[in-house]
C-alpha cells in the first residue's frame, strides 16, 4: 500500500505539484499519464526519494518514509533511458544492487550469481550477461534495467516512460511482455507515460494529470468512457471540440443539434461540447437530417476511413469503417450531411453532462 | 536533464573547491588590489602610467589586438580548409593546429627567436627583404599572432562543421555566386564563433611572454611588453612598480573580456528576440 | 561530384595557402627545436643532455609536478563533482572562478604570490622569522604552478560529467550505494579517460611553465631552475644545444601529450547506455 498525501513541490516560481493525493493499493499497476510538464515525472521521483517535496508525506506499506533517503527506501526504479552502468557488464548491473548491501546482509558470490542467472532468465537475457551496455539493442537493455530494479527485492517497483525510447514494434511486445510479468509477480507497481493508448492497455488503474494537479483517476475503461474534465476528455484519443449552446434540453453547435436530456437548467448556457470522431455519423447528401458539410480530405487506416470535413468554417474529424465510406463514395470535394450521435457537455454554469447527450433515434444504432 | 537533490557530497565537494579556490586564486588576486591600493592614488598613477609603462601598454595591447585579427583571417582560412575540403595530409595539417598549445612558452619562445633570427631559416631571407622580424615589434606580433592561432580555429572548426554544407548549397541553388555565399551566408553564421575565438586568441596574446620575450628585443618604450616591464620591476626590487602595471594589465584584460562577454550576451538576446 | 561544378582552383589555391602557412609558421619552428639540439651531432646533444644543471632541471621539474598532480586531481574531481551533479546559487561564479587562472598572465600570476609571500609581502616577514622559506624555493614554486594548472582537470572532466547526466549515480543510489561507493564504482570508471587526460595536460603544462615560475624561483642554479629557466639560461649563454637539448624534451612532452590527448578523446564513451 503506497500513500501520497497533499504533496506540494515548486521549482521557484514554477508549481510542479500542487495539492497532489493518490493511494496505489497492494499488487496493483498504476499509470501516471500526461503530458510534459504535468508533474507526473516529478510524482515519481518523490516517491523514490529521488527529489524531496515542499511539503505532504510519503507513506510505504504504512509505514512514514518521507525522510528516508532514496538509498533507504528499498524501491525499484527504471530511468527512461535506463541508467545503466555503461562500463559494468550485464551480470555486474544486475549484481550491483546485492554486491553494496552492507557485508552482514550481502549474500554470497555464488548466491549473488545465482539469483543474477535466475533475474536474467525471467527478463530472457540468459545468453548475455557478459556484455556491456553498448552490445545491447534498446529492448535488451530495458530488460537488464527491469532486472537490476527487481535484483534488489523492491518493496515497490517504479519505471519512468518505461517505453518512450523504444520503437513502436518493440514497445507492443514490451507492453504486453511488462504485463504479464507484473502479473506473475504481483508486485505494486507505478509508471509514467504521455502515452494514453501505453497507459489505457498496461495499467490496472490510470491517473491523468495536468499541470501539477491530478484531473482523474479511474480504471481505463472509466477514464476513457466517462473523462471527468474537458482536459481529460482531449487527452484521452481524438475528439473535436466545438461552442455550443444549450436551452430548453437542446444543444445547437456549429450547426448541428442534439438533446440534452440531463439538462434541466433554466434559460441559456454556453458551453463546450465534446465529440469523439466516431461519433459523428455521416450521410449522403440528399438526406433530411444533419447538416451540410463538405469532406476536404480522406486517409485509410487499416478498416477504418478517417475524414475530414469542414462545417460551417470549421474542421471536423470522423471515423468510420470503410465499407460505410465506400458506401458513401466520401472523397475529398464531396458534400454529405453530418449528425452527431452522443457529446459531452462541459457548461459555464458547472453543468458537465453527466449523462452523454444522446441523438434521438440513436440507440441500437450500432455499427 | 535536471540535476540532481539527493546525491551525497555536496557539501564536502563544494566546500573543498570552495577553499581550493579561496586560497590558491582568490586571496593571492585579491593580495595584489590590496597592495596597489596601498600605493595611493598619486603614487599609482605616476608609476602606473609612466611614459615607459604606457609604451608597454601600447604594445601589448595593440600586438595582441593585431595578432587577433591576423588569428581571425588565418584561423577562419585554415577552419575552413580542414573542414570543407580533402585532400591527402588533411588530418596531419588539423594536427598541427595545436602546436602551439603543445610547444611550452619558452620552447617556443628560442624557437620562434632562432627562426625568424638574422641567420634564422625565414629571418635571413626576409632580412634581405628588408624585414626584420627578430627583436622588433614585428617580432612581437608574430610570436603573438603564432600562440594564438589554435584558439581562432578550434572554435570556428565546430561551427563550421555544425553548420554542413547545406547553406552553402541551398544559396548555391538560388543563384548566389561563390563569394557571395562566403560573404553572404557563410561569414555572418560563423562570425560569433570568430568573435570568440579571436578574443580568446587576444587574451591569450596580451599576457604572454615565455614565446614573446626572447624574439622581442626588449628595447624600453620601444619593443617592451608589459608582461616582461612587471617581470623588470621585480627583478630591480620595485615591488610598487610592478603591483601598479600589473593591476592595469589585469584589469584592462578583465574589462575587455567583460566588454566582449556583454557584447556577445547582447547579441544573442537581440538575435533571439526577432 | 555534383554536375556543372565550378572551376576547382579557387579551393586548390585556398587549401595550398593554408598548407603553406601551417608549415611555415607552424611546423618550422618546432622542426627548428630538433635541428638546433642535433646541429652538432647526437653526441653533442647527449652529452648536453647528461650536463649536471641539465639533469637537476630534469629532477626538478619531475619534482615540482609531482606535488602538484595530487593537488589538482583533489580539486578537478571535487569541483567537477559540485558544478556537473548539482544545481546551487552561484554555480556560474564558481566556473568562472576556476577558469580565472587561464586569463591571467603568467606573469602576473607569479608576481601575487611574490606579494603574499615574498619579504614585502604579508607572510613574508613571518616566515623570515621562522625561518620558512616559500619564495625562491621547491614550495613557491609548486604554489605558482598549482595556480596555473588548476582549471586543467576540472575543465576537462565538468562537460563531460555533465553530459553523463546524474542518472547512473541516482541508479546506483536507488540500488542502495552509498556516496563513496557511488563515485568509486560508477562516476570515476565513466569518466576515467578524461580525468586521465586532464591530468595530462595539467603536468604538461606544470612541466612547461616558464613566466610565472621565473617569478618565484629565484633562479638559484642548480637548486631552482626548473627545465624551461634552464632552457633560458642556456640559450642567453649562447649555449644554443644545450637550450635546444632540453626544449626537444619539454617539445617531446607536448607533443606526446598531445597525441595522448586525441586518442584519449576518441575512447571516452559519449551517449549514455
Known amino acids: 500500500m503506497i500513500q501520497l498525501q497533499n504533496i506540494h513541490k515548486r521549482y521557484g516560481d514554477y508549481v510542479a505539484l500542487d495539492d497532489v493525493s493518490l493511494s496505489v493499493a497492494p499488487g496493483e499497476l498504476v499509470a501516471l499519464l500526461g503530458p510534459s510538464g504535468s508533474g507526473k515525472t516529478t510524482l515519481l521521483r518523490i516517491l523514490a526519494g529521488l527529489e524531496a517535496a515542499d511539503a505532504g508525506r510519503v507513506l510505504l506499506n504504512g509505514g512514514d518514509v518521507t525522510a528516508l533517503s532514496a538509498r533507504e527506501r528499498q524501491v525499484g526504479f527504471v530511468f527512461q533511458h535506463y541508467a545503466l552502468f555503461r562500463h559494468m557488464t550485464v551480470f555486474d548491473n544486475v549484481a550491483f544492487g546485492l554486491t553494496v548491501r552492507p557485508r552482514r546482509q550481502r549474500p554470497g558470490k555464488a548466491e549473488i550469481a545465482e539469483r543474477v542467472h535466475h533475474l536474467l532468465a525471467m527478463v530472457q537475457l540468459e545468453g548475455l550477461a557478459g556484455r556491456v551496455p553498448s552490445q545491447l539493442s534498446g529492448g535488451q537493455r530495458q530488460r537488464v534495467a527491469l532486472a537490476r530494479a527487481l535484483a534488489i527485492e523492491p518493496r515497490l517497483l517504479l519505471l519512468d516512460e518505461p517505453f518512450g525510447a523504444l520503437d513502436a514494434k518493440v514497445r507492443k511486445d514490451l507492453r504486453r511482455w511488462l504485463r504479464r510479468l507484473h502479473d506473475e509477480l504481483g508486485m505494486t507497481g507505478v509508471f509514467v507515460t504521455h502515452d494514453q493508448e501505453e497507459a489505457l492497455e498496461v495499467a490496472d488503474r490510470v491517473v491523468v494529470m495536468s499541470r501539477g494537479r491530478i484531473e482523474q483517476v479511474g480504471s481505463p475503461a472509466e477514464i476513457y468512457d466517462h473523462p471527468a474534465t474537458p482536459f481529460v476528455y482531449q487527452f484521452l484519443g481524438n475528439v473535436n471540440r466545438l461552442d455550443c449552446r444549450l436551452r430548453d434540453g437542446r444543444a445547437e453547435m456549429a450547426g448541428l443539434s442534439l438533446e440534452a436530456p440531463g439538462h434541466g437548467g433554466v434559460g441559456e448556457v454556453t458551453g463546450q461540447a465534446f465529440i469523439r470522431p466516431h461519433d459523428l455519423e455521416l450521410l449522403p447528401a440528399e438526406a433530411a437530417e444533419g447538416a451540410a458539410a463538405v469532406v476536404s480530405h480522406v486517409s485509410l487506416r487499416g478498416g477504418m476511413a478517417r475524414a475530414e470535413l469542414m462545417l460551417a468554417g470549421r474542421i471536423l474529424e470522423a471515423e468510420l469503417p470503410r465499407p460505410q465510406a465506400e458506401a458513401l463514395a466520401l472523397r475529398a470535394g464531396a458534400a454529405v450531411r453530418v449528425r452527431p450521435r452522443q457529446a459531452r457537455f462541459f457548461l459555464e454554469n458547472g453543468w458537465s453532462g453527466a449523462e452523454p447527450a444522446v441523438a434521438p433515434g440513436y440507440l441500437g444504432d450500432g455499427i | 536533464m535536471a540535476r540532481s537533490t539527493v546525491l551525497p557530497g555536496f557539501p564536502l565537494s563544494l566546500g573543498l573547491s570552495l577553499a581550493f579556490l579561496a586560497l590558491v586564486v582568490l586571496l593571492p588576486l585579491a593580495g595584489l588590489f590590496l597592495h596597489a591600493a596601498g600605493l595611493g592614488w598619486a603614487g599609482f598613477f605616476r608609476v602606473a602610467f609612466a611614459p615607459r609603462a604606457l609604451a608597454a601598454y601600447g604594445l601589448s595591447f595593440g600586438g595582441a589586438l593585431l595578432a587577433a585579427l591576423l588569428n581571425a583571417g588565418a584561423g577562419l582560412l585554415v577552419a575552413w580548409v580542414l573542414v570543407r575540403t580533402s585532400f591527402p595530409g588533411r588530418r596531419l595539417l588539423d594536427a598541427l593546429v595545436d602546436l602551439p598549445f603543445a610547444l611550452p612558452t619558452a620552447v617556443a619562445g628560442i624557437a620562434l627567436a632562432t627562426l625568424y633570427g638574422p641567420h634564422g631559416l625565414l629571418g635571413a631571407p626576409l632580412l634581405r627583404l628588408g624585414l626584420a622580424v627578430a627583436y622588433t615589434r614585428l617580432g612581437v606580433v608574430a610570436a603573438m599572432t603564432f600562440i594564438g592561432l589554435p584558439f581562432v580555429v578550434r572554435t570556428v572548426q565546430p561551427v563550421l562543421q555544425d553548420l554542413g554544407s547545406e547553406p552553402e548549397e541551398a544559396a548555391a541553388s538560388l543563384g548566389a555566386g561563390r563569394l557571395q555565399v562566403a560573404v553572404r551566408v557563410v561569414l555572418p553564421l560563423i562570425l560569433p564563433a570568430l568573435f570568440t575565438g579571436a578574443t580568446l586568441a587576444f587574451a591569450r596574446a596580451l599576457g604572454e611572454y615565455g614565446a614573446v620575450v626572447f624574439i622581442a628585443g626588449n628595447v624600453p618604450g620601444v619593443s617592451e611588453i608589459a608582461p616582461l616591464l612587471i617581470a623588470t620591476r621585480v627583478e630591480q626590487f620595485d615591488i610598487a612598480g610592478a603591483t601598479a602595471i600589473a593591476t592595469v594589465m589585469l584589469t584592462g584584460a578583465f574589462l575587455l573580456l567583460l566588454a566582449v562577454n556583454m557584447a556577445q550576451l547582447w547579441q544573442r538576446r537581440r538575435r533571439e528576440g526577432v | ?273
Do not use: C
Open chain 3, 1 to 273: 561530384m555534383t554536375p556543372a561544378r565550378p572551376s576547382p582552383w579557387p579551393r586548390r589555391l585556398l587549401i595550398l595557402l593554408a598548407v603553406v602557412l601551417l608549415i611555415l609558421f607552424l611546423l618550422l619552428p618546432l622542426l627548428t627545436v630538433f635541428a638546433s639540439a642535433f646541429a652538432h651531432g647526437v653526441a653533442a646533444y647527449g652529452a648536453a643532455l647528461a650536463d649536471p644543471d641539465a639533469l637537476s632541471a630534469i629532477g626538478l621539474t619531475l619534482t615540482v609536478a609531482a606535488l602538484v598532480l595530487p593537488f589538482n586531481l583533489l580539486f578537478g574531481l571535487a569541483a567537477a563533482w559540485a558544478v556537473a551533479k548539482f544545481d546551487f546559487p552561484g554555480k556560474s561564479l564558481v566556473i568562472t572562478l576556476i577558469d580565472l587562472p587561464f586569463s591571467v598572465s603568467p606573469v602576473i600570476s607569479g608576481l601575487i604570490f611574490l606579494l603574499l609571500f615574498g619579504l614585502q609581502g604579508w607572510l613574508g616577514p613571518w616566515l623570515a622569522a621562522r625561518d620558512l622559506r616559500v619564495m625562491f624555493a621547491l614550495p613557491g614554486m609548486v604554489l605558482v604552478t598549482l595556480f596555473v594548472t588548476l582549471p586543467f582537470v576540472a575543465r576537462e572532466l565538468i562537460p563531460l560529467m555533465e553530459e553523463q547526466g546524474t542518472e547512473e549515480e541516482e541508479a546506483a543510489l536507488m540500488l542502495g550505494a552509498s556516496g563513496w561507493r557511488i563515485f568509486w564504482r560508477i562516476t570515476l570508471p565513466n569518466v576515467r579517460w578524461g580525468l586521465l587526460a586532464g591530468v595530462l595536460l595539467s603536468n604538461a603544462r606544470a612541466m612547461g611553465e616558464f613566466g610565472a615560475v621565473s617569478m618565484v624561483s629565484g633562479h638559484i642554479l642548480g637548486l631552482t631552475m626548473t627545465l624551461p629557466q634552464q632552457v633560458e639560461r642556456f640559450y642567453n649563454d649562447y649555449n644554443t644545444v644545450g637550450a635546444f637539448s632540453l626544449a626537444s624534451l619539454l617539445a617531446l612532452l607536448g607533443l606526446l601529450t598531445l597525441v595522448a590527448k586525441s586518442l584519449l578523446e576518441k575512447r571516452t564513451p559519449t551517449s549514455g547506455a
